[in-house]
Nanobody, 115 residues
Framework: QVQVVESGGGLVQPGGSLRLSCAASGRLFSIYAMNWYRQAPGKQRELVAT???????NYADSVKGRFTISRDNAKNTVSLQMNSLKPEDTAVYYCRITNFLGEYWGQGTQVTVSS
């Protein structure tokens, strides 16, 4: 059994920052890529950022230069530092991890950017 739990969401004003965290536990074996996705109301879930087991990163064009993904392999955690937030970043953010058995998702954390 694998558990994935996100934290750190909340309400922030435009231009502000938030840091999301995700902790994975259970029979993880070796984790491959770790991702952050988001889903805004009425929209499809989209990939925001990826970090591989080797530390390579990739970002959606809409967040490049504003968001930073990082991971701690010893603690099985992944974080998303979000700066210069915009109202269009408002969404439920989900953490996804993968290993040789498949993929595991968290329950999501709400991020609302509004004045």
């Amino acid at each position: 059994q694998v558990q994935v739990v996100e934290s750190g969401g909340g309400l922030v004003q435009p231009g502000g920052s938030l840091r999301l965290s995700c902790a994975a536990s259970g029979r993880l074996f070796s984790i491959y890529a770790m991702n952050w996705y988001r889903q805004a109301p009425g929209k499809q879930r989209e990939l925001v950022a990826t970090i591989t087991s080797g530390g390579s990163t990739n970002y959606a064009d809409s967040v490049k230069g504003r968001f930073t993904i990082s991971r701690d392999n010893a603690k099985n955690t992944v974080s998303l530092q979000m700066n210069s937030l915009k109202p269009e970043d408002t969404a439920v953010y989900y953490c996804r991890i993968t290993n040789f058995l498949g993929e595991y998702w968290g329950q999501g954390t709400q991020v609302t950017v509004s004045s």
